[in-house]
């Protein structure tokens, strides 16, 4: 079969790559960066140069593919993040009317149902919606939940605060967790085994209350009982510029902290929990964590 890849290398993208150069198919990776065209090719795949923005680029890649592993690129110079990731999903929508495409495993999001209001989110619900409207094309909406990756966001503030937070966590619902190793697995699972049809794969590999999360990170770096607080709104917007982000992107995580706070965010994923989830767990994370709180 003829997959194509985007996310360049990536921690889902790479490694679901080797998967399935190693069970024998034909792999094209899109990447923005030359300098990936090497280390592409050194694993059995085709390197494709170009940017997810350009259309008779991805027009001429998606052609003759029959498979396709879709993701939104996220950069945190863009200034308007919002309006990028709407224009790589009008992109991918133009390129597979004209393609052989007949499959496509969405790197989606928790959330997505919700369509609007739950920030970074809102584009990846758009591009369900649209890419449900394309006749005979099977769709696997991969929802997996927050990354573990998110929480080095923490470092800092437990380090020197002693606290850890967000503009949520003071409900009972606890935050679901995904490592993206686990993302990985089941994306390939998802690519190697064809399916028909319409579907929507929730993934996770942890479920915990953030006052849970602050206490076992703030253990894994000697910091005891480190409480968790549920910032305002505008508190929480104004700590993510302080710690670099830019407005687009702070108002967009703004957006999501609402939705999780409001119970909406992971309504479906209750509805519709996993059978299994992944074994990697939040005290797995809290060593990887700790590395990071070292140098923040």
Same mark, same amino acid.
């Given at each position: 079969?003829?997959?194509?890849?985007?996310?360049?290398?990536?921690?889902?993208?790479?490694?679901?790559?080797?998967?399935? *150069?190693?069970?024998?198919?034909? +792999?094209? +990776?899109?990447?923005?960066?030359?300098?990936?065209?090497?280390?592409?090719?050194?694993?059995?795949?085709?390197?494709?140069?170009?940017?997810?923005?350009?259309?008779?680029?991805?027009?001429?890649?998606?052609?003759?593919?029959? *498979?396709?592993?879709?993701?939104?690129?996220?950069?945190?110079?863009?200034?308007?993040?919002?309006?990028?990731?709407?224009? &790589?999903?009008?992109?991918?929508?133009?390129?597979?009317?004209?393609?052989?495409?007949?499959? &496509?495993?969405?790197?989606?999001?928790?959330?997505?149902? %919700?369509?609007?209001?739950?920030?970074?989110?809102?584009?990846?619900?758009?591009?369900?919606?649209?890419?449900?409207?394309?006749?005979?094309?099977?769709?696997?909406?991969?929802?997996?939940?927050?990354?573990?990756?998110?929480?080095?966001?923490?470092?800092?503030?437990?380090?020197?605060?002693?606290?850890?937070?967000?503009?949520?966590?003071?409900?009972?619902?606890?935050?679901?967790?995904?490592?993206?190793?686990?993302? =990985?697995?089941?994306?390939?699972?998802?690519?190697?085994?064809?399916?028909?049809?319409?579907?929507?794969?929730?993934?996770?590999?942890?479920?915990?209350?953030?006052?849970?999360?602050?206490?076992?990170?703030?253990? =894994? &770096?000697?910091?005891?009982?480190?409480?968790?607080?549920?910032?305002?709104?505008?508190?929480?917007?104004?700590?993510?510029?302080?710690?670099?982000?830019?407005?687009?992107?702070?108002?967009?995580?703004?957006? %999501?902290?609402? =939705?999780?706070?409001?119970?909406?965010?992971?309504?479906?994923?209750?509805?519709?929990?996993?059978?299994?989830?992944?074994?990697?767990?939040?005290?797995?994370?809290?060593?990887?964590?700790?590395?990071?709180?070292?140098?923040?």
């Amino acid at each position: 079969m003829k997959y194509i890849i985007t996310g360049s290398l990536g921690n889902i993208s790479r490694p679901v790559t080797k998967n399935l *150069v190693a069970a024998g198919h034909d +792999v094209t +990776v899109i990447s923005s960066s030359a300098d990936k065209k090497s280390e592409i090719e050194s694993l059995g795949a085709t390197a494709a140069i170009g940017s997810v923005t350009d259309s008779e680029f991805l027009k001429i890649i998606f052609q003759n593919a029959e *498979v396709a592993y879709l993701m939104i690129p996220s950069s945190f110079s863009l200034p308007d993040y919002a309006k990028f990731q709407l224009e &790589v999903a009008d992109k991918y929508l133009e390129a597979l009317k004209g393609s052989n495409i007949k499959h &496509v495993v969405l790197l989606s999001s928790l959330g997505a149902h %919700m369509r609007k209001g739950a920030g970074p989110i809102d584009a990846l619900g758009y591009l369900e919606e649209k890419l449900l409207e394309i006749p005979d094309l099977n769709v696997n909406f991969l929802r997996p939940s927050y990354f573990f990756s998110n929480l080095f966001s923490l470092a800092g503030m437990i380090k020197h605060g002693g606290i850890a937070g967000n503009n949520y966590g003071d409900t009972d619902e606890k935050l679901v967790l995904t490592h993206t190793d686990h993302i =990985a697995e089941v994306a390939t699972e998802a690519l190697l085994n064809l399916f028909t049809g319409k579907s929507i794969t929730n993934i996770a590999n942890d479920e915990r209350h953030p006052s849970e999360i602050a206490a076992v990170l703030g253990k =894994a &770096v000697g910091k005891e009982n480190t409480p968790w607080i549920t910032f305002s709104d505008e508190d929480a917007y104004k700590g993510m510029l302080g710690a670099g982000l830019n407005e687009s992107f702070a108002q967009l995580y703004k957006e %999501m902290g609402q =939705a999780v706070r409001s119970g909406e965010m992971q309504a479906e994923y209750w509805k519709n929990r996993p059978e299994k989830l992944g074994d990697y767990k939040l005290e797995d994370y809290a060593k990887e964590f700790a590395g990071a709180y070292a140098g923040a």
